[in-house]
């Protein structure tokens, strides 16, 4: 009888022991689920905070290059030893545009390194020109979009508003929605950094979505 009192003895023991264990257990697991909850919120934090900081970073490259325009089919070499005259000429014989004080350039550069001797088919490197004043881009730009096809020497040339690689890329999203517009005939902005807007049977519509974009105007040729 003892025995059987002894072996009972050692199983509440045992069982106590075990219990005691389990819950240990279960607290070290509930701690461990804290602190990857923990974790998680600070991961999920951290991945907001970067994201603001890549916009307000996307927001000050582009507010360093508000003054600059992008040329683009201008043959590598065409400028010779001097590039600012070449684009002097450019502007001057493209678009009228007199260069003077208002037009000063501050600087200017090809993109990317010059090849070694470039082919006659090759694809011509970009030309980006600062301007001193702001408003002498915008009459450059605008100048360029009052003529729907630009003939220089030979080479079709085109300007844009020079954006940093991520907004281009933004706002190249918007190409397929660009071409709807433009086959209906529907005026349009795409304001910074890639914000399009446009009015459909007096209605004004905003998207920063490429395929929200598209459906008011997909919706109105079906009818």
């Known amino acids: 009888m003892t025995t059987v009192k002894g072996g009972i003895e050692s199983l509440k023991e045992a069982g106590n022991s075990l219990g005691a264990r ?121 100048g360029a979009r009052k003529k729907k096809q630009i003939i220089w020497k030979g080479m079709r040339v085109r300007f844009f508003q020079d954006y940093a690689q991520e907004v281009q890329e933004k706002r190249r999203k918007f190409d397929a929605a660009r071409r709807l517009l433009q086959q209906c005939n529907i005026g349009y902005s795409l304001r910074f950094p890639a914000v399009m807007t446009f009015s459909v049977d007096n209605q004004y519509h905003q998207f920063s979505n490429p395929a929200e974009a598209k459906r008011p105007i997909s919706m109105r040729r079906n009818h």
Do not use: W
């Not at 990857?36 to 919120?41: H, T």
């Not at 590039?83 to 000063?104: F, R």
């Open 22 to 142: 389990v819950d240990e257990t279960e607290t070290r697991i509930s701690r461990l689920e804290d602190e990857e909850a923990k974790a998680s919120s600070i991961s999920k934090n951290l991945k907001i905070q970067n994201q603001r900081l890549q916009e307000k970073v996307t927001v000050l490259e582009g507010f360093s290059q508000r003054q600059n325009i992008r040329i683009s089919g201008i043959r590598d070499g065409t400028e010779g030893r001097n590039l600012e005259d070449c684009v002097k000429h450019l502007l001057s014989e493209a678009l009228d545009i007199e260069m003077g004080d208002y037009y000063e350039i501050d600087r200017i550069h090809r993109v990317g390194p010059a090849p070694p001797k470039p082919a006659a088919d090759s694809r011509p490197r970009h030309i980006i020109v600062r301007f001193l004043p702001d408003k002498a881009k915008m009459s450059v730009l605008a």
